[in-house]
């Protein structure tokens, strides 16, 4: 079954800089793989995605996310982070040879300081 | 949020009391998820539709029963056998997988259950 690590529960980080949100995952298939954010008591909003082709994904709001394939790992990235970005970050795999089953990971808490 | 709306956004129940969450999409998504958020632990897929009068069972359907009679919606019941009802509860929606494509779900605001 597939699974999603997310090994840090908080990251921090102050404005300006870049930001990187990890996320590892594990399937016994073809991936694809998913960032999602939460603002507080809301529901997730999708950011990006991998399927195939380019490891770099360009998704909303100024965020990219790099697909290592020897690496399993998915990671989130923002070149200059803002205030705003503070929030709950989850990454999200599913098997493309699976069901429609999605596997969702902890969740890191990225905190943006002035 | 999209075109997912959940109710109540909040919802206090005495234990024992069994209580059902709505949620409606107008999405024309076929497939429908429900979710359990608790701190420190991410998204525990409760139930999943992928067809109206169809779903399947997730990691922990314990204690809960949905239906899906209409595409639009897909009720979550939360039912006094559920030890630890007290959660954010998150729908989603999606169009449903098929082979070469990829698709992601589109989830409501959620609705916060507090069980005394």
């Known amino acids: 079954a597939q699974s999603v690590a997310q090994p840090e529960d908080q990251v921090n980080v102050a404005e300006g800089n870049p930001l990187t949100v990890k996320c590892t995952y594990s399937v016994s298939g073809n991936p694809y793989l998913f960032w999602y954010v939460q603002y507080p008591n809301r529901g997730l909003q999708f950011l990006l995605k991998?399927?195939?082709?380019?490891?770099l994904v360009k998704g909303s709001y100024g965020f990219e996310a790099e697909f290592n394939k020897s690496q399993t790992s998915f990671h989130l990235k923002k070149p200059s982070a803002l205030v705003s970005d503070s929030a709950l970050y989850f990454c999200?795999?599913?098997?493309?040879?699976?069901?429609?089953?999605?596997?969702f990971g902890a969740g890191t808490r990225l905190t943006v300081k002035p | 949020d999209g075109g997912i709306t959940q109710s109540p956004k909040y919802l206090f129940r005495k234990e024992g009391q069994n209580v059902t969450l709505s949620c409606e999409q107008n999405l024309n998504h076929d497939a429908m998820y429900w979710y359990r958020q608790d701190p420190g632990q991410g998204l525990r897929l409760i139930y999943y539709s992928q067809i109206v009068n169809d779903f399947q069972k997730g990691d922990i359907a314990e204690g809960y029963s949905v239906s899906r009679e209409k595409k639009e919606s897909f009720p979550l019941t939360v039912t006094s056998a559920q030890k630890n009802p007290t959660a954010f509860y998150l729908c989603?929606?999606?169009?449903?997988?098929?082979?070469?494509?990829?698709?992601?779900?589109?989830f409501g605001p959620g609705t916060r259950l507090t069980v005394t």
């Open positions: 989603a929606s999606s169009t449903v997988w098929t082979s070469g494509s990829a698709y992601e779900q589109y």
């Open positions: 999200a795999v599913r098997d493309m040879d699976n069901n429609n089953d999605m596997r």
């Open positions: 991998y399927i195939t082709g380019d490891n």
